[in-house]
């Protein structure tokens, strides 16, 4: 059930959601109250969104066209048009529903003020102590999003977008939850590795338990010492790793074990954001084992090209190997 994998805003943009608050039905009604006893989880979400939409206090009228273009074109100017997918009825109710996410959207506006922003660039690493007590070490090129008040949330969130490691603080009778564009990793109190480049979320586990919600709305458990893949179409698949490996980046190391180059080559990409040419293609296929520092980006690509055998150039922004 895609419900599942909503998010305040997202119940925010939904028009079944919408339409169910502010006219329910008692089919309506029985199907939201069904599905959070089968999400417990997902109550509190629902029950913000609830109050979200309620406190904008708009009525369920045909609105005034005049009025109606005016909104629009105040939301426009504060959020992304691409955002909105607005149900289109005859029916008054549904075009009442419709009228209400367009003036949700400002309303969203306010609700992405209420986390904190961290951003880091090419080559930069950066290390976040939480308000709860949990640790986030945030790769080059990688930004996360976190939740105001976090410590006196039960359900502490963040929304990652890149690579960071995890270290999250226990805390009785809360959750803590990483959301990414292809899943939600479920969190009581662990260390872990997230990875959301290239349409995929890549999460290695070093210590406790966490959980995956995938599309199909089945949890996904994983234990120490597992990596689990979600592709943008929400498939989950998992094999054993060695947890360092992964997270070797936060020491500055890359530590290669029968690693293909062409992986290697993206990591220079998503690290430096540097170009690399191969004048013999037949390179990225090699695969290497070792441990390199990764500290210097030129000092690295120097050293690679030691072992690769061959000459590195500077070519503009970017290097090639010969």
Avoid at 38 to 56: F, T
Avoid at 132 to 142: E, F, I, R, W
């Amino acid at each position: 059930m895609r419900y599942s994998l909503f998010t305040v805003e997202d119940f925010c943009r939904d028009p079944d959601f919408i339409q169910w608050v502010i006219s329910p039905t008692h089919q309506s009604t029985a199907f939201w109250e069904e599905f959070v006893n089968a999400h417990p989880y997902k109550r509190l979400e629902v029950e913000q969104a609830i109050s979200y939409i309620r406190a904008m206090q708009l009525s369920e009228i045909e609105p005034d066209p005049e009025r109606l273009n005016e909104l629009r074109t105040r939301i426009w100017e504060q959020v992304d048009q691409e955002s909105i997918n607005v149900y289109r009825s005859s029916n008054r109710v549904y075009l009442a529903a419709a009228s209400l996410v367009f003036a949700l959207l400002g309303g969203l506006w306010w609700f992405t003020q209420s986390t904190t922003t961290f951003h880091t660039s090419y080559g930069e690493k950066q290390e976040i102590l939480l308000a709860d007590g949990s640790k986030v070490t945030l790769n080059a090129q990688s930004e996360i999003k976190v939740s105001k008040n976090l410590a006196n949330k039960p359900i502490r969130e963040v929304w990652l977008k890149g690579e960071a490691y995890f270290e999250i603080a226990k805390r009785s009778n809360t959750k803590f939850i990483v959301h990414t564009p292809e899943t939600h990793i479920e969190v009581l109190g662990t260390m872990f590795n997230v990875n959301t480049r290239r349409e995929k979320t890549s999460v290695v586990l070093t210590e406790g338990k966490v959980q995956l919600m995938n599309e199909a709305d089945h949890p996904w458990v994983m234990k120490p010492g597992q990596m689990a893949i979600v592709d943008k179409n929400k498939a989950i698949l998992s094999h054993n790793v060695i947890p360092e490996h992964y997270h070797s980046w936060k020491e500055s190391y890359l530590i290669m074990e029968d690693k293909p180059v062409v992986e290697i080559v993206d990591m220079v990409k998503d690290t430096y954001g540097i170009q690399i040419q191969f004048q013999d293609s037949s390179l990225l296929k090699k695969r290497l084992s070792g441990k390199l520092a990764t500290d210097r980006s030129e000092q690295f690509l120097e050293n690679l090209s030691t072992i690769l055998e061959c000459d590195l150039v500077k070519q503009g922004n970017g290097y090639e190997f010969r």
